[in-house]
């Protein structure tokens, strides 16, 4: 069976600081993939990033970086310099190969400040 | 990028009534969609697996007599909550995987929020 734990429930941060999302995840499939989604208000799921286990090398984009360690099986998501318009609900969700069959945590509820 | 849409965005029924949901893949085919279901404040969990042309898989737990689940085409498929109760109302939210793409990606629609009275 596989689990996503995002132990944060809600991380409230005032504009412009940095903010860590931690995600945990379990599963005994070898091949599998490692996704991070941004729910605003609105409901619509959008994409973030996309990781298979065997590309362990950190990602960053823009503001946003991914930190994935096997040896933790941890999947951690940083924002850099947070904003208020990332406030949103996070998700972190775990596939085998099928992507659509994807385990999601239970979120966690970003509150940026100004 | 791929675009799936749902329709309606937001329903309110009765008690007892059957509600259609539309889930379709505006520019590529679907050989398979999923979908999930949200309660407030909660993650979301998947309800069934929706091939086309043939039968959904269901989750564990999901009634398959009440979420029925019709994937007619390669570019729409629907789910209908019949004879709803007030503990169906949720955000409803499918997904899909092109026909022939990676099956690690999959594109969400942008959900439909059901209330039940």
């Known amino acids: 069976a596989q689990k996503v734990t995002q132990a944060q429930t809600e991380i409230s941060v005032v504009e412009k600081e940095d903010v860590t999302l931690d995600c945990v995840y379990e599963?005994?499939?070898?091949?599998?993939?490692l996704f991070w989604y941004k729910q605003p208000p609105s409901g619509e799921l959008v994409f973030l990033i996309r990781r298979n286990s065997f590309d362990e090398q950190n990602e960053i984009s823009g503001r946003y970086s991914w930190n994935f360690q096997k040896s933790t099986s941890s999947f951690n998501f940083t924002i850099t310099a947070s904003q208020v318009v990332d406030s949103a609900v996070y998700f972190c969700?775990?596939?085998?190969?099928?992507?659509?069959?994807?385990?999601f945590g239970d979120g966690t509820t970003l509150t940026v400040k100004p | 990028g791929a675009v799936v849409s749902q329709h309606p965005s937001r329903v309110i029924c009765k008690s007892g009534t059957s509600v259609k949901i539309e889930c379709r893949s505006l520019?590529?085919?679907?050989?398979?969609m999923f979908w999930y279901r949200q309660f407030p404040k909660q993650s979301l969990m998947l309800m069934a697996t929706?091939?086309?042309?043939?039968?959904?898989?269901?989750e564990q737990g999901v009634e398959k007599d009440k979420f029925l689940i019709n994937h007619a085409s390669l570019t729409l498929s629907t789910l209908t909550v019949t004879s709803a109760h007030p503990e169906d109302s949720s955000f409803y939210i499918c997904?899909?995987?092109?026909?022939?793409?990676?099956?690690?990606?999959?594109?969400f629609g942008p959900g439909t929020r059901l209330t039940v009275l």
């Open positions: 599963t005994r499939d070898t091949t599998y993939y």
């Open positions: 997904s899909a995987q092109a026909r022939g793409g990676a099956i690690d990606t999959q594109y």
């Open positions: 929706s091939n086309e042309g043939s039968k959904a898989t269901y």
């Open positions: 520019d590529f085919q679907a050989t398979t």
């Open positions: 969700a775990l596939s085998g190969t099928n992507a659509g069959k994807s385990t």
